[in-house]
DNA sequence: AGATTTCTTGACCGCTCGGTATAGAATCGC
DNA sequence: GCGATTCTATACCGAGCGGTCAAGAAATCT
């Protein structure tokens, strides 16, 4: 044992977290970083190895955080219909005054970096995988309970609910007006509607 | 008069979006685009003024081209839910198995630049009210039609898919299996089936 | 206390970035 | 042919990039 750090790791990353979802990888400089995070640059390279590394491992604690968000969600009791519609209203919400816009790190990623760059590639991938089984096990539950029709592909439904997330992720980027967001939300849930 | 460039201009422009499309803004260097474009620096700073302006006339190019394909295929004749299932199906062509996944640029260059960017966001901002437009329009057709319901929001729906083609452009960067596009487009355009 | 280990600090590295200046080649009007 | 003009080619610029290193400071161990 020696010198202990200085800094909390955790905190630290969750500053770094904070840059890149805001600026994107390539755009956020490491001195950027080390500015956000309150350290030095020798220290951001001794504990997270590099630049790279780092933003694997604010990535990481973006999916683990995010799908315990939607678990926590998906799996309160009540309609999943209502609990959609109160999923998505959060999603949106305060996006159209915010300046920062940053919609979502893993739609961000996977636009800015998933082509070229295989690590991450694989962690989305993970990540919606899991996401999808979370989506396709609440609409499970919805259509044994009766709420939602038992003839609904729930797997294909819950790509389809996904694909919609992701749409949003894009549309918050460019500052939109909530009634565009509204509409969307709307039409998009109508499909667990009438039959 | 004096002498004439030896490269063609809308050729040159041409190229720069390929790197674009396929590098977005950032990593596309000034390097990349010239060997790209096959002249050389100076030509492309005394053409095309810097690098953003040439990217501000490629996302140009690029939102023409695009608004001229969807005018095209949605004014076409017959029932709207085929050529919206051919279009869908026409978007998500051969992105398996290419390699590049270069996606939709209005929607990469909306995840990169439009937080950070007014030029870009104001240019994408038009972009999306003309597409929605032209949905729209399409739309009110198929109402009068009779093919599609009368009660249907016509602005809402089309804002609607225009969200679920963003959220394919999303899910083509990241290799996405086939079946999952399939999925996704067959759900989403359920939404005009029945009622 | 002293040795050891690890952290912090800040200077420093080579490299590539976007962008420019200069010189020479090519084409025009006359 | 000749001057004017505008192209191409190349060397070059300062700045910022990601990343490293050496030295000093601080904490733990015996």
């Not at 950027?32 to 640059?41: A, N, S, W």
């Not at 609409?139 to 003839?151: H, V």
């Amino acid at each position: 044992m020696a010198r202990p750090k200085e800094f909390d790791e955790e905190q630290a990353l969750a500053a770094a977290l904070e840059v890149f979802w805001e600026k994107g990888y390539e755009a956020a400089s490491v001195q950027d970083l080390t500015e956000r995070m309150g350290i030095q640059k020798a220290s951001l390279y001794n504990t997270f190895g590099d630049k790279h590394a780092l933003f694997v491992r604010a990535l990481s604690a973006y999916s683990t955080e995010t799908l315990d968000w939607y678990r926590e969600q998906l799996e309160r009791p009540g309609p999943l219909r209502v609990t959609l519609a109160t999923m998505f209203r959060e999603m949106n919400e305060g996006c159209e005054d915010d300046e920062d816009c940053r919609g979502c790190l893993c739609v961000n990623s996977a636009v800015e970096l998933a082509p070229h760059d295989p690590a991450i590639a694989a962690l989305l991938q993970r990540h919606n995988q899991a996401q999808e089984d979370l989506f396709r096990r609440a609409l499970e539950r919805a259509q044994a309970s009766g709420e939602i029709p038992a003839a609904l592909d729930a797997v294909a439904t819950a790509r389809y609910l996904l694909n919609v997330i992701a749409g949003l992720g894009v549309a918050r980027k460019g500052g939109p007006s909530q009634k565009r967001l509204d509409d969307i939300v709307r039409i998009s849930l109508s499909i667990l509607d009438r039959h």
